[in-house]
T-cell receptor, first 111, second 116 residues
Framework: AQSVTQPDIHITVSEGASLELRCNYS??????LFWYVQSPGQGLQLLLK??????LVQGIKGFEAEFKRSQSSFNLRKPSVHWSDAAEYFC?????????FGAGTQVVVTP | GAVVSQHPSWVICKSGTSVKIECRSL??????MFWYRQFPKQSLMLMAT?????????EQGVEKDKFLINHASLTLSTLTVTSAHPEDSSFYIC????????????FGEGSWLTVV
């Protein structure tokens, strides 16, 4: 069955520290891959997306993600987090006309 | 600026009434729009796929008679929650696909529905 997995429900990170959010997918072919961020009570903001080509994708707000076909992963990274990065992060795939979201990872940033 | 607009952003309705949420693509024609529901602290769940000029395709477990979707034009899809109940209270988000490759997918700002 097709699926998107975000293994970490909740991550706490200190401001200035690095952040990595994991995402694994299970699809028959390489789907389109996305990372979105959602602040409380708000809609979704696209951070970055991968369709093909360079497997290291740069996004907004200093985020990047690396697609690894062998691991069926698309992990999101940021070298140094800011307090404003505290939010819910969703990995998503678009394949065969459908969008499927992971369960989300809540990121808490401590001083 | 936003390329997909949802309206209303917030709506409160009484149990048993119906409420309509609009999703508009502002500067492009969207042959396909998607409707999602998100309960508090949960992920987005696809409810249905809305295709212009044809009936919507509903995901398993979503009542098509309760959640009416109309994609009357290439820039507008509407979701009507009929005979709303408190358990329908949720955050509803639409997305619009700009081209069939899926290269450009835009999300609306979402609509909070509270049924009292």
């Amino acid at each position: 069955a097709q699926s998107v997995t975000q293994p970490d429900i909740h991550i706490t990170v200190s401001e200035g520290a690095s952040l990595e959010l994991r995402c694994n997918y299970s699809y028959g072919a390489t789907p389109y891959l996305f990372w979105y961020v959602q602040s409380p009570g708000q809609g979704l903001q696209l951070l970055l997306k991968y369709f093909s080509g360079d497997t290291l994708v740069q996004g907004i707000k200093g985020f990047e993600a690396e697609f690894k076909r062998s691991q069926s992963s698309f992990n999101l990274r940021k070298p140094s987090v800011h307090w404003s990065d505290a939010a819910e992060y969703f990995c998503a795939v678009y394949s065969w006309g459908k969008f499927q979201f992971g369960a989300g990872t809540q990121v808490v940033v401590t001083p | 600026g936003a390329v997909v607009s949802q309206h209303p952003s917030w709506v409160i309705c009484k149990s048993g009434t119906s409420v309509k949420i609009e999703c508009r693509s502002l500067d492009f024609q969207a042959t396909t729009m998607f409707w999602y529901r998100q309960f508090p602290k949960q992920s987005l769940m696809l409810m249905a796929t809305s295709n212009e000029g044809s009936k919507a395709t509903y995901e398993q477990g979503v009542e098509k008679d309760k959640f009416l979707i109309n994609h009357a034009s290439l820039t507008l899809s509407t979701l009507t929650v009929t005979s709303a109940h408190p358990e329908d209270s949720s955050f509803y988000i639409c997305s619009a696909v700009r081209d069939k490759t899926g290269n450009t997918i835009y999300f609306g700002e979402g609509s909070w529905l509270t049924v009292v």
